[in-house]
């Protein structure tokens, strides 16, 4: 069984050697995904909320490309540079997600691509 890039220009381009997503099977796999701008590229201004609503755009994006929608996400893995953002990023996060929602993963970290705030990555099934 082959796996199958998905790329769509409505979501950034990749910033270094991987692909937006992968499909194998029934099963999307998603690159990290920071708050970037598809039509600028740039980070977007306003800091974790804003940075996550719009990874949560660009995710939409791809998994649209991929024939899925975020009711199909399985797992997320969240990245966040500063724990006290935990709250806002659930804040936002539970806007997308209806019950159940997806297994989840948080981590803290020192630094992301771009010195963003928060990443984000998906498996979601087709």
Known sequence: MN???INTERAPSAIGPYSQGIRKGEFIFLSMQIGIDPVTQHL??????????QIF??????LNQAGTHLNQVVKTTVFIKEMKNFKPVNDIYIQYFDIPYPARSVVGVNDLPLSAEIAIEIIAIR
């Open 44 to 53: 977007v201004n306003g800091g974790v909320k804003s940075q996550t609503r």
């Open 57 to 62: 755009d660009n995710i939409t994006e791809i």
């Open 3 to 5: 796996k199958d890039l």
